[in-house]
């Protein structure tokens, strides 16, 4: 195989340009993250989810029609095929929700019938679908894990007010929603995370766009990644107790262990989406009585930054979206995805991204193995 250039090896990556976007900027050292070169606190404090998909899809933001347009686009497609519920009663209710999440956008590509259909505009059209829809997919295969009734979408609510409809069965408050709807705008994208970068090298090959979102979805799962926020859930229920953060946080550095939801590939400073999350977290612990996991939780914070923001190792967005998820109510094996249910924004964007001159990505290895082996017949192996 020729190469242009000489190859480098740059393991994991960490060091290597792999794409151009218009998405989101990122500088890892001064903690600054723009989407569309608008400051994220800027539009987790002023934006919604909506708004912000906009913004990233068509890298600007819309007039008031523009939004309604939109919005009105999404809660057109907010219900399930036909066929769906069914696929979902069908699952094991024991079933990791990220197994069930990945298996269940895999199946609606079966029933979209522009599923296999390239260009931008029929994208876009698959894009709003998988977006409108994954909310569904998640609040009723939990309704149906735990033998409740199904519940219909509300096309007069938000995406964030939605999904809580289906999810609880009750209209969420105010304040629940925004919360979710900030964790939402937050989480929408992020550069070539992992998962980003998974989906645009299954969209490089023209598969299509379902395809990428179940690669993405995959790669999400891991606790390295996504699914570091139920990881942080379970360390804080396994501390039990502020007064037990220190021994526990402690032994697992001697341990040399990742404590989950800090450290960052690209943040070498706060992630500045935990900045406004933190604020957020707080105020939603108070107000529904979880405030001792929110203590706990700048606890481990202060003794990870006296023991390691040295080098570098900050919260990352993990880090406080698992107590603003658990204080709103949502179970702990659905944090990851709830994280997956706003980055379908941001893989998507990156797949028609990908998509406007398209290269297939295709890395090279470097062979490391014997050279010059005899084939041994088996009689003499
Ligand atoms: C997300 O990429 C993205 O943008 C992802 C994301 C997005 O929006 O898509 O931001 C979302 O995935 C956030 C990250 C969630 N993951 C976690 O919280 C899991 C815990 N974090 C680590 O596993 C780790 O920080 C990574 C995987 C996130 C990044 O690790 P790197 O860049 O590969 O760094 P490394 O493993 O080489 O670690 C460098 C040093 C090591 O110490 P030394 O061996 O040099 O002494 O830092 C230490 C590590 O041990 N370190 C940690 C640590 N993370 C790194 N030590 C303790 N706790 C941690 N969390």
Redesign the pocket.
């Known amino acids: 195989m020729s190469l242009a250039t000489a190859p480098t090896f740059d393991k994991?990556l960490?060091n290597t340009i792999a794409a151009e976007t218009q998405m989101s900027f990122?500088d890892g050292g001064k903690g600054v993250l723009e989407y569309v070169g608008i400051d994220i606190d800027a539009l987790a404090r002023n934006s919604t989810f909506e708004e912000t998909v906009y913004l990233l899809w068509n890298r600007r933001l819309p007039s008031r029609t523009e939004l309604e347009s939109f919005t009105a686009d999404l809660r057109a497609e907010y219900e399930l095929p036909g066929g769906m519920l069914d696929l979902i009663s069908k699952l094991p209710r024991d079933a990791t929700p990220m197994h069930a999440l990945r298996t269940l956008v895999s199946a609606l590509a079966l029933h979209d019938a522009e599923a296999d259909v390239e260009g931008a505009e029929a994208n876009e059209r698959k894009a709003i679908r998988l977006l409108a829809k994954t909310p569904a997919l998640i609040a009723n295969f939990d309704r149906f894990r735990k033998g409740k009734p199904f519940v219909a979408s509300d096309t007069s609510l938000s995406m964030a007010a939605n999904f809580l409809w289906m999810l609880n069965g009750a209209k969420p408050t105010d304040a629940v929603a925004k919360a979710l709807d900030v964790c939402l705008i937050l989480?929408a994208d992020?550069?070539l995370?992992?998962?980003?970068f998974a989906g645009r090298v299954t969209i490089s090959t023209l598969s299509d766009l379902y395809s990428a979102i179940v690669t993405a979805i995959g790669t999400?799962k891991g606790?390295?990644?996504?699914g570091?926020n139920e990881?942080?859930m379970i360390m804080l229920r396994e501390i039990g107790a502020i007064e037990q953060v220190e021994p526990y946080i402690m032994a697992r550095?001697k341990a040399?262990?990742?404590?989950?939801?800090?450290?960052?590939?690209?943040?070498k400073a706060y992630?500045p989406?935990a900045t406004y999350l933190k604020t957020f977290a707080k105020q939603v612990a108070t107000d529904t009585g979880n405030l001792s996991l929110y203590e706990m939780s700048r606890r481990i914070e202060e003794i990870?930054a006296r023991e390691?923001a040295a080098?570098?190792?900050y919260p990352?967005?993990?880090?406080y979206s698992a107590t603003t998820y658990h204080s709103i109510g949502i179970d702990l094996d659905l944090f990851t995805c709830m994280?997956a249910m706003s980055?379908i924004a941001g893989w998507a964007g990156h797949c028609i991204e990908q998509l406007d001159g398209n290269r297939l990505i295709r890395p090279a290895a470097a062979y490391v193995g014997p050279h010059g082996q005899p084939y041994v017949a088996m009689q003499e192996r």
Do not use: C, Q, W
Not at 193 to 196: G, I, L, R
Not at 223 to 226: I, N, Q, S, V
């Open positions: 994991g960490a990122i989480h992020h550069g995370n992992a998962s980003t999400l606790p390295l990644h996504g570091a990881e942080v550095l040399k262990d990742r404590i989950m939801g800090f450290g960052h590939r690209v943040y992630d989406r990870m390691v080098k570098g190792i990352n967005v993990d880090f994280f980055r």
